[in-house]
């Protein structure tokens, strides 16, 4: 199981939202490479990147930022406005490792079916639900598109590695949706990454503890708990291996 440490940018900084708000945020650094080089000396080889400025105005945002973290040598997981073939292009032209297909993955099955045959596991797709529906452009709007059923036609494109965020939990250390993410580790053949409200080390120990039943079990994105210091990142890392 892979721990992907979280760097969500906003106006160039590291913040994190509270449920994906725009209008609560907390700021916890002004220069996102310097976080990501942290990650970098903990142990880590992955970076889950979110581009919120370009999440919510549907094209990236902060490219230069996201460039910065690839410079460090680091596995980067780019999310945020990549809604266009040639900001996929060019996000993996310059160094990221794997990118992020969130409100398309929801509009198009053929746009993400074109990108897999392109692009194969550099391609995931971003699967952000609550009340087990799913969340689009920036989790301001809601669709009718059950979670489930998105997950089901984007295993049948070939998709090989889903993000599942469970909006309800994301940044409120409150723990994760195991439910949740559970019936979406049976929904496919893809990788699934967890994420959203992991709060404690119990939390990741739990979420590992599904791995026996559920090989298709990627890893999980931590992101608040570590700006607040309640895990270690060396032990979560640790813990996975």
């Known amino acids: 199981m892979t721990i992907y440490p979280a760097i969500d940018i906003k106006g160039g900084r590291c913040v994190r939202l509270l449920q994906g708000r725009a209008d609560q945020e907390t700021v916890y650094g002004e220069d996102p490479a310097s976080v990501a080089a942290e990650f970098r000396g903990a142990g880590s080889t992955w970076v889950h990147v979110v581009d919120l400025d370009g999440a919510f105005a549907g094209e990236p945002k902060n490219l230069a930022a996201v460039q910065a973290i690839v410079a460090l040598g680091m596995k980067v997981q780019l999310g945020g406005g990549l809604r266009t073939r040639a900001a996929v292009e060019r996000a993996l032209g310059f160094g990221v490792s794997r990118v992020v297909i969130g409100t398309r993955a929801a509009e198009s099955e053929a746009f993400v079916g074109e990108l897999v045959q392109s692009f194969g596991a550099a391609i995931a797709v971003g699967i952000d639900a609550k009340d087990g529906k799913v969340a689009v452009k920036g ?69 590992a503890e599904l791995a026996p039943r559920h090989a298709n079990l990627d890893g999980v994105i931590v992101g608040k708990a570590l700006y607040e210091k309640r895990v270690s990142l060396p032990d979560l890392l640790s813990l996975a291996r």
């Open 139 to 207: 989790w301001v709007d809601m669709s009718n598109l059950g979670a489930l059923e998105l997950a089901r036609r984007m295993d049948a494109l070939g998709v090989r590695t889903l993000i599942h965020t469970d909006i309800g939990t994301d940044g409120m250390l409150t723990g994760p949706n195991f439910p949740a993410q559970e019936a979406m580790l049976g929904a496919g053949r893809f990788g699934v990454i967890a994420s959203g409200g992991v709060s404690r080390r119990e939390d990741v120990v739990r979420l």
